[in-house]
């Protein structure tokens, strides 16, 4: 059993809750006009007052850690309506508070590192020149434009598992698989899929695009820190999944549009014609 806490706080605002570790969290954050709630380039920004704006974080995620079990995920495949940058500020490496223990803390040491061979050239190099980066969590991203690959593949597993996948539900969206090593190379081999393996360490800020599934395995016991944003860039594949969300039993979690795209939509034009008249009026 995996124990963890996600989406903390739940209703409160972070900023009213911690303000200095909030403020601490907004400063370190990279690509500032995207990620500040404020930000020129996060559309959510554009959003009146007068309108009860989206919960967009930040939310913080604490997971112990399963190096030792490379089959199950912290967090399962699943995909979000917004863009998100998940910051990692803490990593706790087991340690033997016995000498039976130092057995078990090796083998799951020794699995961690295992995780680097599933990354790229450049991650393995880092990890061997810069000997202070202390790894926490594997990730593995896929482009928003295989999603249904992916879905049409984990369709085909439940049923060759005897699982069933009720009515207008959704394997992506029910968080109900981790791709492990074997469903990863079936991917690649029956549908030409292959994501990307991203090793996220200490201080390590990864952006996962709107609309790209991704999942989550840590390696050891991480907290980690997400804030949501609304990018121009992936305004497109917000619409198509409000649509796809819809589409959702009424009781699923995803059911409702909680980011109020077509608000956000709305707004971001209306500052853009905005600025256009006060150009031409010049």
Same mark, same amino acid.
């Given at each position: 059993? *995996?124990?963890?806490?996600?989406?903390?706080?739940?209703?409160?605002?972070?900023? /009213?809750?911690?303000?200095?570790?909030?403020?601490?969290?907004? !400063?370190?954050?990279?690509?500032? /006009?995207?990620?500040?709630?404020?930000?020129?380039?996060?559309?959510?920004?554009?959003?009146?007052?007068?309108?009860?704006?989206?919960?967009?974080?930040?939310?913080?995620?604490?997971?112990?850690? +399963?190096?030792?079990?490379? +089959?199950?995920?912290?967090?399962?495949?699943?995909? %979000?309506?917004? %863009?998100?940058?998940?910051?990692?500020?803490?990593?706790?490496?087991?340690?033997?508070? +016995?000498?039976?223990?130092?057995?078990?803390?090796?083998?799951?040491?020794?699995?961690?590192?295992?995780?680097?061979? /599933?990354?790229?050239?450049?991650?393995?190099?880092?990890?061997?020149?810069?000997?202070?980066?202390?790894?926490?969590?594997?990730? =593995?991203?896929?482009?928003?434009?295989?999603?249904?690959?992916?879905?049409? *593949?984990?369709?085909?597993?439940?049923? /060759?598992?005897?699982?069933?996948?009720?009515?207008?539900?959704?394997? #992506?969206?029910?968080?109900? @698989?981790?791709?492990?090593?074997?469903?990863?190379?079936?991917?690649?081999?029956?549908?030409?899929?292959?994501?990307?393996?991203?090793?996220?360490?200490?201080?390590?800020?990864? @952006?996962?695009?709107?609309?790209?599934? =991704?999942?989550?395995?840590?390696? =050891?016991?991480? #907290?980690?820190?997400?804030?949501? @944003?609304?990018?121009?860039?992936?305004?497109?594949?917000?619409?198509?999944?409000?649509?796809?969300?819809?589409?959702?039993?009424?009781?699923?979690? !995803?059911?409702?549009?909680?980011?109020?795209?077509? !608000?956000?939509?709305?707004? +971001?034009?209306? %500052?853009?014609?905005?600025?256009?008249?006060?150009?031409?009026?010049?």
């Amino acid at each position: 059993m *995996l124990l963890k806490l996600k989406d903390w706080p739940p209703g409160d605002d972070f900023s /009213e809750i911690m303000p200095g570790r909030f403020k601490d969290l907004m !400063n370190g954050l990279p690509l500032r /006009e995207y990620t500040q709630r404020d930000g020129r380039l996060n559309l959510a920004s554009r959003l009146p007052d007068v309108l009860g704006k989206p919960d967009l974080g930040p939310k913080m995620y604490n997971a112990y850690g +399963s190096a030792a079990y490379p +089959s199950e995920g912290t967090t399962n495949l699943h995909l %979000d309506m917004s %863009d998100a940058v998940n910051v990692l500020v803490y990593v706790g490496t087991p340690f033997a508070e +016995s000498e039976d223990d130092s057995a078990r803390c090796e083998e799951e040491v020794v699995a961690a590192q295992g995780a680097i061979d /599933e990354c790229d050239d450049l991650t393995r190099k880092r990890m061997e020149e810069d000997l202070s980066c202390k790894m926490g969590a594997l990730w =593995h991203i896929y482009a928003a434009e295989d999603a249904d690959k992916i879905r049409h *593949l984990l369709r085909t597993v439940a049923e /060759e598992e005897g699982r069933e996948i009720e009515g207008r539900n959704d394997p #992506i969206h029910d968080q109900i @698989f981790y791709l492990d090593v074997e469903l990863r190379k079936r991917l690649l081999a029956e549908y030409g899929v292959k994501g990307w393996a991203i090793l996220q360490c200490l201080g390590d800020a990864v @952006f996962i695009p709107a609309g790209a599934p =991704h999942q989550v395995r840590n390696l =050891h016991s991480c #907290i980690k820190i997400a804030e949501d @944003f609304v990018s121009p860039e992936h305004l497109a594949h917000c619409v198509k999944l409000t649509h796809e969300f819809r589409q959702l039993p009424e009781t699923h979690a !995803n059911h409702e549009d909680k980011l109020q795209v077509k !608000n956000i939509i709305f707004h +971001s034009v209306k %500052d853009a014609v905005g600025v256009l008249s006060k150009e031409t009026a010049v």
